[in-house]
C-alpha cells in the first residue's frame, strides 16, 4: 500500500497539463468523491496495526501534494490566459519607451565631417596613446618645446621599458601616421579625442574633442586654405558667418594663424566666454612646415599642404548658446535631454 501511495506521488510531481479541463480532471481523480484519496482513505483501516502509522503520514502528504499541484495548475493557466488577453486586446495603451538623444559633441562632430566629407576629405583614425615621434618630434616640436612639459602633457609609463608614452595632445598625430603610410595627393580629416593637462574651467577642460584636416598635394597654397575654411564657415555657421584669422604659431605649420567666429557681446556670459572681444577662437592653420613633410617622407619641393585644427566644444557652444564647456562632460539628463529634437 505504501508502494502505491509513492507511485501516486511520483505522478502528480510530473504531471502536466494544457487546459483547464485536464485540471479538473486531475482534481476528480484525486479529491473527487470517488476519487483516489476517498479510496485510500476508505483503506486506512484495512492497514495492518505496525503500518498504519507510517501509511497515515505518507497518505497525508498526498493529499496536501494533490491540493498544492491543482492550484499550482490553475494558477500558472490563468496567467497564461492573462498574457494572451493582454496581447490580443488592441484596446489596451501601449508602452511609452522614451527615446534618448545624441549627444551635442556627437551632433556637432557628425555635420563638421559631413561638411568636410561633401568636398572629397576622407575620414582618419589613430590611437589616443601615441609615441614622442607621432605626438611631437615628427611635427617639429624642439626638445625644448614647452608641450613636451608635464604641464601640458599626460605622460603614461611604459611597462616594456622603452621610453614613456603620451596621451595624444592633438590628432595631428594621426596625420602623420596617414603622411607616413601614403603619398600624395592626401586630403582628409582626423576627428577624435585628445588630452591636455589644464585647469578645468567654463572655457576649457582636460578633456576635449577635435578634427583636424589635411591636404597634400602639388601647388597647394594659403589661398587654398583659407578659401576652404571660409565655405566650412558658410555651411556651417550660415551665409552670414564673420570670421577672422589672426598670425600666430605652431611648429608643424608655416605660415600659421588663429581662426575666430564672432560670438557677440550681448550679455554677461558673451563677455566671460570671449573674455570682451565678442569673438571665439575656434581652430589653428596654417602650411605644412617643409620639415614635417621631409620627416613623414614627402618632398616638400615637390609638394605643399595645409593643415587646419578644431574643437568641437567651441564650436558647439557657439551652435547651442552653451557657456560652460563642462556641460558637455556632467552628463546632467536635464542638459542632454534639450537636444532630443536633434536625434
Known amino acids: 500500500m505504501i508502494e502505491q501511495l509513492q507511485q501516486y506521488k511520483e505522478e502528480l510531481e510530473k504531471v502536466a497539463v494544457k487546459s483547464a479541463e485536464e485540471v479538473e480532471q486531475l482534481r476528480i481523480k484525486y479529491l473527487g468523491q470517488k476519487g483516489v484519496l476517498k479510496e485510500l482513505f476508505g483503506a486506512f483501516k484495512s492497514v495492518p496495526n505496525e503500518q498504519k502509522k507510517e501509511f497515515g503520514k505518507q497518505l497525508n502528504e498526498l493529499k496536501n501534494l494533490a491540493q498544492e499541484k491543482i492550484l499550482e495548475l490553475k494558477s500558472s493557466l ?42 572629397g576629405f576622407s575620414i582618419s ?31 603614461v609609463e611604459n611597462k ?21 603610410g601614403g603619398k600624395p595627393p592626401i586630403r582628409t580629416i582626423s576627428p577624435g579625442k585628445v588630452f591636455r593637462n589644464e585647469a578645468i574651467s567654463a572655457r576649457s577642460h582636460c578633456i576635449f574633442h577635435q578634427i583636424e584636416g589635411l591636404y597634400i598635394d602639388k601647388g597647394v597654397s594659403f589661398a587654398d586654405l583659407m578659401q576652404t575654411l ?3 564657415a558658410s555651411e556651417f555657421f550660415g551665409p552670414k558667418a564673420k570670421i577672422r584669422m589672426r598670425p600666430s604659431y605652431f611648429p608643424f605649420t608655416e605660415p600659421s594663424a588663429e581662426v575666430d567666429v564672432w560670438w557677440g557681446l550681448e550679455n554677461e556670459s558673451d563677455y566671460r566666454i570671449t573674455k570682451g572681444t565678442g569673438w571665439l577662437e575656434i581652430m589653428g592653420c596654417g ?31 557657439n551652435r547651442y548658446g552653451v557657456d560652460d564647456i563642462r556641460m558637455f562632460f556632467e552628463n546632467d539628463i536635464r542638459f542632454l535631454k534639450q537636444f532630443k529634437s536633434a536625434f
Open 230 to 232: 571660409q565655405y566650412f
Open 287 to 317: 602650411m605644412v612646415d617643409p620639415n614635417v613633410l621631409t620627416n613623414c617622407g614627402i618632398d616638400p619641393n615637390e609638394y605643399s599642404g595645409y593643415a587646419f585644427g578644431m574643437g568641437i566644444e567651441r564650436i558647439a557652444m
Open 160 to 180: 616594456n621599458g622603452e621610453e614613456d608614452l603620451v596621451l595624444r595632445t592633438h590628432t595631428s598625430s594621426v596625420q602623420v601616421r596617414i603622411m607616413e
Open 78 to 119: 490563468s496567467d497564461q490566459g492573462e498574457e494572451a488577453r493582454a496581447v490580443n486586446d488592441l484596446t489596451l495603451p501601449g508602452n511609452y519607451k522614451e527615446l534618448g538623444a545624441r549627444h551635442p559633441i556627437s551632433l556637432v562632430r557628425q555635420e563638421i565631417i559631413d561638411i568636410f566629407a561633401g568636398i
Open 125 to 155: 583614425e589613430g590611437p589616443e596613446v601615441e609615441d614622442d615621434w607621432h605626438n611631437f618630434t615628427a611635427l617639429n616640436f624642439p626638445e625644448e618645446h614647452p608641450a613636451r612639459d608635464m604641464q601640458d602633457t599626460f605622460f
